[in-house]
RNA sequence: GGUCCGUUGGAGAAGUGGUUUAACUCACAUGCCUUUCACGCAUGCAUGCACGGGUUCGAAUCCCGUACGGGCUACCA
């Protein structure tokens, strides 16, 4: 069989032979002990968690070792290829700080080894393909999909492994005039590797993260380059992380199955092997209880675009990764409140090898941790920039009297206390909390009757004068109480309940719901002070109607 | 069905043969503080490391088997 006529017979037009592109992409002048990764996302829908998760730790070692950081995109599937996806993650990755040296859409420009998007260098993927042809390592295929099934129900019938591999690759063999014919025909063809391997021997693979796993070598034909002329993810994943110089494939373990076959894929083509990183996915529990991987389709509040809606703060949600990533980032992270989460050492051996649960109340807990240490300012860019955002119209009411709301941010941060209030826990709600400082509303009820509430308020309103200190209003809400048989002392209280209606705690409830609609607030005489005298005495007296 | 990976409390996990009465963080519970909330503090929370065998003076840690969970098994990535 005349090999190189073969090749020459399916791809006839191509500008450049191999040795071009290796001449085209040289080995990267880098440091010493510098990484080179990539992030390859597929522009299939919009990227969740579990993407920057990735990303994160793609980010973290190409930057700590002084290498390179880049974007690829794979839209090798034109049928799944979604509008505006590219854009999407491209935005995603910037809201959340992830940032790429070079790459598709990189400024000012993409980079030395692109193109990176996998459609613009079909050419290339060919042109390793035709080799592959002309030394009888790969082969065309005309088998049509209905065939493909065919072979896999009578497989599966006598109990053998499907796929195209063996004495099952019936377009193995063709001789050079049946391939000619069919070419005339215009017939379709696929391209498929013809694989050498044999599934009984077994080997042990050294992966970065999951340590020495077990490897049998892969004996399917597995295609190579589509009907369309595109390359599988298989072979693209071979050709562009050796000429894109890739030092580490980090990814999701889900590519550990097809492991076997990258790795006949480089020695056919005569590559080195890169290292391996195979990374395990976020699970979560769904409804049934079950664990499972996150799904791009089921669980769209995982996409990352959800999370900036809700105004999580990009920096929050990586601290939060990063303690999925690596066991020992939050002990250090205590220890170092203060410093930056690159200052931490980040390593791959020392991430988890079983899929972890994503953990909202861990991620809430982190975010008000975070919130918590933010000074004034920065409360303030934050906000600025999520309403900006997200709540244009919104903009004027929380911006144009700036002094008013840094009273209540202050407050509500607890930045006069000893020990600062952690409430704020993502932009949206923050803005809900404070909520109480524009729009008078009801949310909770009395704790008392209606006629009892109606005597506090206007016993309260009679004695409040706007200029007490915070003692001097207190002293008055006592007397209130003890006017109307609530204990005015806690401790009283405490002592003998049942000789009283209740306790100053009840009496204050009563104003607080009356002033803040709400029975659980953040001390209520500075709520007072920040809404002004006259505004206080209107959400009482309309109180006071509503409850006729 | 085949194959690979995994299995330590409600969650993330540390621990790879002997100071482990299994660290730390979150959640939860109780108490203290407190006019509510939040903060803070204190205490509690695995009788045992999926299960069953084995090796050993000694095992969460080594070996074998089983179960369960997840991935892959496409001209999808």
Redesign the pocket.
Known sequence: MDYQKLADMLFPKLKHDCQYYFDKYPKRDLPKGAEVLRI???P?GFIHLGNLYGALADERIAHQSGGVFYLRI?D??S??KVPGAVEAIISSFDYFQIYFDEGAHHQPHEGNYGPYYQKQRKEIYQTFAKRLVSEGKAYPCF???KQ?TEI?KQQKEI?E????YGKWASCRNLTLEEVKARLEKKE???IRMRSTGN?EN?SIFHDEI??D????ENNQD??II???G?????FAHAIDDTLMQTTIVLRG??????LPVHLELFEMLGFKLPRYAHT??L?KIDETG????LSKRKDPELALDYYRQLGYHPYAVKLYLM??LN??F??WH?KNPDSHLEEFKFSLD?M??????F?L??L??IS?TYLSRLSLEEMKEFLKMYVSSQREEQYDMYFKDEDYLEKILTLGM?LK?R?????YIYASQILKSIDLFYHHNKDDEFNCDNETARTLLTQFVETYDYNDD?SAW?DK?KTVSANNGYAAE?KDYKTNPEKYKG???DV??VI?IAVTGR???????TIMQILGKEEVLNRISNTLKELD
């Open positions: 390859a996302p597929s299939t794979e090798t599937d049928k799944r088998c049509s999909g493909l896999r109990n492994a499907t796929g195209y379709k063809f696929v599934v077994q999951k340590g796993i077990t490897v049998r597995v295609v589509k009907t369309d595109i390359p599988t993810y298989h373990e889900e590519w550990l199955g097809t395990t996915v699970m079950t664990k499972r991987k303690t999925l066991w020992n939050e002990q205590l020392k988890g090898q079983s899929g972890a649960l953990d109340d861990k809430h807990n008000k607890g206390l020990k600062r209030r952690k409430d915070n207190f809400v806690m306790s100053v705690a204050s409830e607080r029975k659980n607030t953040p001390d209520l005489w």
